[in-house]
């Protein structure tokens, strides 16, 4: 039996599309050789996301790197070329070609890929368009209207001015705080 604090996490290169058969092939591969005490755990990266799909609105897989694959491994020259021999690996991540042994990720990196696996990335219900009356529905301003002035669609954010007190005033509110006022 190995050393388990010599196991690091790795990335591999692979063509696009075949991570998952890349992961299946690199596990039987592991177990036909022999080589569990040295290849332990492969993960495609995925979140699931709502999305449509033939028109349908549904919940999807998608890959969070295209084309990488991670390995949890021993490097030694045998693990080392086992892997990078696979089916579909073109090599290592990190690797300085030549033939040396690529740099493994940090103990951090892994933890917050690791952390974040099946989360669900939800897209908007509703869309929102610069000048569009909301009614807020959350948080400080709830039951207040107001004019949308500026959005911020990667971070689900919307600013909004509101009348309080006779003056406006600016509101940053998260998407799901507001819907658009159709009274």
Known sequence: MVETAKKKWYVLHTYSGYEDKVKSDLLS???SMGMQ???????VPEREKLGMYRGKKQEIEEKIFPG?????MVMTDESWFIVRNTPNVTGF???HGGGSKPAPLL?????HILDHQGEKEVEPTQHFEVGDLVKINDGAFAGLTGKVTSIQ????KLFVSIDMFGRQTSAEL????AKKDVD
């Open 174 to 177: 998260n998407f799901d705080q």
């Open 93 to 95: 991540v990190g690797g």
């Open 68 to 72: 990488y694959v991670l390995v949890e």
């Open 29 to 31: 591969r592991a177990q």
């Open 107 to 111: 103990d951090s990196e892994i933890q």
């Open 153 to 156: 669609e990667d971070q689900q």
């Open 37 to 43: 005490d040295y290849i332990f755990r492969v993960i």
